[in-house]
């Protein structure tokens, strides 16, 4: 087997191996330029995708660890993020199960903690609900338990969100009133209790 590697022409941060002359893998090179090396001792091709296989999942876990290190992610986010340098599927889960065993990944804690913060912000249910089915598409009983608990609370912000906004305002003028309404619906609380608490 004739084995090496060369920075890929039209963009330096990835590397492409090759395997007898033929593009055999495209890796990132700050993740594998240290750790090809040990691709040369290789006797045969299983044992070359068995040893690529292990450098890679490292450096998944590693890729994960330090991205995770930086803020909190999602597993969807975090997904994303490895995808994005080339990094297999399989190895990307494994770094993923790693994580959590760690603690350092928790979709349920993540999630409420990012809803509490929108809540701060002073939005509603609707609005929150749009982000974290965004940040986690593959995990609607965790968001749908966290939405049904802001829901629940939803009067409770509505009326310091009136409070600290709208302290103000004219609620007898119509067009004011409007605004407020448009305003308030955009945050994602629900119009039927905008409208009991601004005694429409």
Same mark, same amino acid.
């Given at each position: 087997?004739?084995l090496?590697?060369?920075v890929?022409?039209?963009d330096?941060?990835? +590397?492409?191996?090759?395997?007898?002359?033929?593009?055999?893998?495209?890796?990132?090179?700050?993740?594998?330029?240290?750790?090809?090396?040990?691709?040369?001792e290789?006797k045969?091709?299983?044992?070359l995708?068995?040893?690529?296989?292990?450098? &890679?999942?490292?450096?998944?876990?590693l890729a994960?660890?330090?991205?995770l290190?930086?803020?909190s992610?999602s597993?969807?986010?975090?997904?994303?993020? +490895?995808?994005?340098? &080339?990094?297999s599927?399989?190895?990307i889960?494994?770094?993923?199960?790693?994580?959590?065993?760690?603690?350092?990944?928790?979709?349920?804690?993540? +999630?409420?903690l990012?809803?509490?913060?929108? &809540?701060?912000?002073?939005?509603?249910?609707?609005?929150?609900?749009?982000? +974290?089915?965004?940040k986690?598409?593959?995990?609607p &009983?965790?968001?749908?338990?966290?939405?049904?608990?802001?829901?629940?609370?939803?009067?409770?912000?509505?009326e310091?969100?009136?409070?600290?906004?709208?302290?103000?305002?004219?609620?007898?003028d119509p067009?004011?009133?409007h605004?407020?309404?448009?305003?308030?619906?955009?945050?994602?609380?629900?119009?039927?209790?905008?409208?009991?608490?601004?005694?429409?």
């Amino acid at each position: 087997m004739d084995l090496c590697w060369k920075v890929q022409p039209d963009d330096i941060r990835y +590397l492409i191996i090759y395997l007898d002359g033929t593009p055999w893998k495209r890796v990132y090179k700050a993740f594998f330029s240290k750790a090809l090396g040990a691709l040369n001792e290789c006797k045969s091709q299983q044992g070359l995708q068995e040893a690529f296989s292990a450098i &890679e999942e490292k450096a998944a876990k590693l890729a994960a660890l330090r991205a995770l290190a930086r803020r909190s992610l999602s597993e969807h986010e975090l997904t994303r993020k +490895l995808a994005k340098k &080339e990094l297999s599927a399989l190895a990307i889960q494994k770094a993923l199960t790693a994580c959590r065993k760690l603690g350092v990944l928790d979709d349920s804690s993540y +999630l409420r903690l990012f809803a509490e913060r929108e &809540e701060r912000k002073g939005y509603g249910p609707k609005y929150i609900a749009l982000k +974290l089915k965004h940040k986690a598409p593959a995990s609607p &009983e965790i968001v749908n338990s966290i939405i049904s608990e802001v829901a629940a609370r939803q009067t409770k912000i509505l009326e310091k969100v009136i409070a600290k906004k709208f302290a103000k305002m004219n609620w007898k003028d119509p067009k004011q009133k409007h605004k407020a309404f448009v305003a308030l619906q955009r945050r994602g609380f629900a119009i039927e209790k905008i409208l009991v608490l601004c005694h429409a």
